[in-house]
């Protein structure tokens, strides 16, 4: 049986979900997205998801024609529709088709499209010794210029710094801010434990205000731990004893080498550990 996907209100196979070329999401990514995941048929923070979609629409100036409650419906009937219970989800919305020309005020018709998917992950070895990753040379967007918390279809900036990362043979690659401070990885929130503190950039540093980042701080503060949210450098990567990544598909994922240099022990560290058990533990609703 096909997948089907959500698109124009109705549930269309995965071969027939078409938009226009002339939707200013394709002609100039212009529009927003998200990415959310589902454990044993819950859907992991789904308000937290919609409403980042909808902030992220409303920084970009697009009315989404649907209320959040129908939108979380939407996703909820789509992964039912499919029969999943463990999945990823992607909800986008386009600002819709228009003139080849830029100006969003000729578009009309904004699509709302859900597609419910088996997730793929970093493959198990990585969560077992950690990844290796390399700093980007392709900074993270000036805030000013985009900001980092809209989730927008126009991802060139990360995707340029994924380069740099897989053709170093890593992948995930760090991203410094503007200011050169570090912000996060490509497609992840970043954070290091150092002497027992659990430390990550702050929203301000230019980053997306992760929904895995957020659960993992109260996770990480319900298990006694300090969290600090402050400006990072790199020195500080590379002096810390631990660092992982957190993010939807990833969950809480060790990092073990920045640019060829062994963190800490250069092993998976004992809290990146547990909050990776306790995690995973918490998605599937069970006691952690
Ligand atoms: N930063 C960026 C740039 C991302 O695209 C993502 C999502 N893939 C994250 C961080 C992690 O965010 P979340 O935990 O909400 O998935």
Same mark, same amino acid.
């Given at each position: ?16 979900a ?14 927003v997205?998200? %990415?959310?995941?589902?454990y044993? %048929?819950?859907?992991?923070?789904? !308000?937290?998801?919609?409403?980042r979609?909808f902030?992220? /629409? ?7 024609? +649907? !209320? *959040? ?24 919305? !386009?600002?819709?088709? %228009? ?5 969003? *005020?000729?578009?009309?018709? @904004?699509?709302v ?16 010794n950690?990844?290796?990753?390399? #700093? /980007? ?23 340029m ?5 897989t ?5 995930? /690659? ?25 430390? =990550? @950039? ?29 400006? +990072? ?5 590379? !002096? ?15 990092? #073990?080498?920045?640019?060829? *240099?062994?963190?800490? =022990? %250069? ?6 550990? +547990?909050?990776?058990?306790a ?10």
């Amino acid at each position: 049986m096909s997948l089907k996907v959500y698109i124009a209100g109705k549930f269309v196979n995965k071969e027939d979900a078409k938009i226009s070329v002339y939707d200013h999401g394709l002609l100039y990514g212009d529009g927003v997205f998200e %990415g959310i995941r589902s454990y044993a %048929g819950q859907v992991f923070r789904l !308000t937290e998801h919609v409403d980042r979609l909808f902030e992220s /629409a409303r920084a970009i100036h697009l009315v989404i024609p +649907m !209320t *959040r409650q129908e939108v979380a419906q939407a996703i909820i009937d789509t992964l039912a529709v499919n029969n999943f219970t463990d999945a990823y989800i992607r909800a986008i919305v !386009t600002r819709g088709a %228009g003139s080849l020309g830029l100006d969003p *005020r000729k578009t009309t018709d @904004p699509q709302v499209i859900i597609i419910t998917d088996t997730i793929s992950l970093y493959p198990e070895e990585f969560y077992e010794n950690g990844l290796a990753i390399i #700093t /980007a040379g392709t900074i993270r967007n000036h805030p000013a210029a985009l900001s980092p918390r809209i989730k927008s279809l126009n991802y060139l900036n990360n995707i340029m710094a994924k380069i740099e990362g897989t053709n170093a043979g890593c992948l995930e /690659a760090l991203m410094l801010n503007h200011a050169g401070y570090v912000a996060e990885c490509t497609g992840d929130n970043i954070f290091i434990v150092k002497k027992g503190v659990v430390h =990550t @950039p702050s929203i301000d540093a230019g980053i997306l205000d992760g929904i895995t980042r957020g659960a993992v701080i109260d996770l990480a503060t319900e298990k006694g731990l300090a969290v600090v949210e402050r400006t +990072m450098e790199r020195h500080d990567i590379l !002096t810390a004893d631990e660092c992982f990544l957190t993010g939807t598909a990833a969950e809480v994922i060790p990092v #073990t080498k920045l640019d060829g *240099r062994p963190i800490g =022990t %250069g092993e998976v560290g004992p809290t990146t550990k +547990m909050l990776r058990g306790a995690f995973q533990k918490m998605v599937r609703g069970e006691a952690y």
